[in-house]
């Protein structure tokens, strides 16, 4: 399902959230009860097309580098709201956090090329009008919250599948 989708420009988001589903399905059998997950996509927000896989590498560092370290591990949460005339995705994991841990060479380089490449991403198909932030988790619970903002789209059109 993930090379599927690698070769289309857009799929609808509820698409993304569930292959995003399917990730964190294998990482909780790893984890265990380490990881808790919440998915939070509106039904408004469901059709809506987005570039497939651009929330799988957030996802993937929300993990890697932040609940997996973090001995009792955490929650991680995918969200998508509207906002005015943009989109915003986000991914949020109560886990290490940016700070809280010194970060070698090879662990700095991985997540900035995910982070990268998300980056690159958004600036091609949309220029300006998107970004991607990252920062330590606005509450108490700690972690990091990483987002992408993007301008909305029109929604596709539902599938005529049998």
Known sequence: ATL????TE???LATEFERIA???ALMGVRMGPRLQVRLDLPDDLRTVPVPPL??????ENAIKHGLEPHVQGGQITVRARRQGKDLILS???TGQGLGDAPVDEA???ATQFGLSQVRQRLAT???QAAALSLQGAPD?????LASVRMPMPMPLPPSKEP
């Open 125 to 127: 198909l949309y220029g």
């Open 140 to 144: 108490e619970s700690g972690g990091t």
């Open 4 to 7: 599927n989708a690698s070769r």
């Open 54 to 59: 651009l929330l799988q590498p957030l996802v």
């Open 107 to 109: 662990l700095a380089q």
């Open 10 to 12: 857009a799929h609808p």
């Open 22 to 24: 399917d990730y964190l």
């Open 91 to 93: 991914v949020r994991d």
